[in-house]
């Protein structure tokens, strides 16, 4: 996806944006591993990943968040309507299609992660 974007290869003004849209959660000293922007043109909904827990934004709305090890993945589900945390939608637009999947797989392998 054009979209998603894995570190090291996240382009500087999309880190920037992210840690201007989530200032309240993360620093810059955190390592953004995975920033899903899919509105392009930099907006800033979507998502980001770091090694101490998962943010989310969905347009119109406040930033969501959970920490690694305090998440449990019994509150993480995915189905036909799509992938939600605690209850928060996380949105994936439609043309990235299977993203859902393998962000519910990336969520529970960091969960299991942090909380060994």
């Known amino acids: 996806s054009a979209s998603l974007h894995v570190y090291p290869n996240i382009p500087k003004v999309k880190v920037a944006r992210a840690f201007e849209t989530y200032a309240d959660h993360i620093d810059?000293?955190?390592?953004?591993?995975?920033?899903?922007?899919?509105?392009?043109?930099d907006e800033d909904d979507g998502f980001v990943a770091t090694p101490w827990g998962f943010y989310w934004r969905n347009r119109g709305e406040d930033p969501c968040s959970v920490q690694w090890e305090d998440l449990d993945l019994g509150e993480v589900v995915l189905d036909d309507r799509g992938l939600s945390i605690e209850g928060e939608v996380v949105r994936v637009a439609r043309r990235d299609e299977g993203l859902a999947d393998e962000l519910a797989s990336f969520i529970e392998a960091m969960a299991n992660w942090a909380q060994s």
């Open 28 to 41: 810059e000293e955190d390592t953004v591993v995975v920033l899903y922007d899919p509105a392009g043109g």
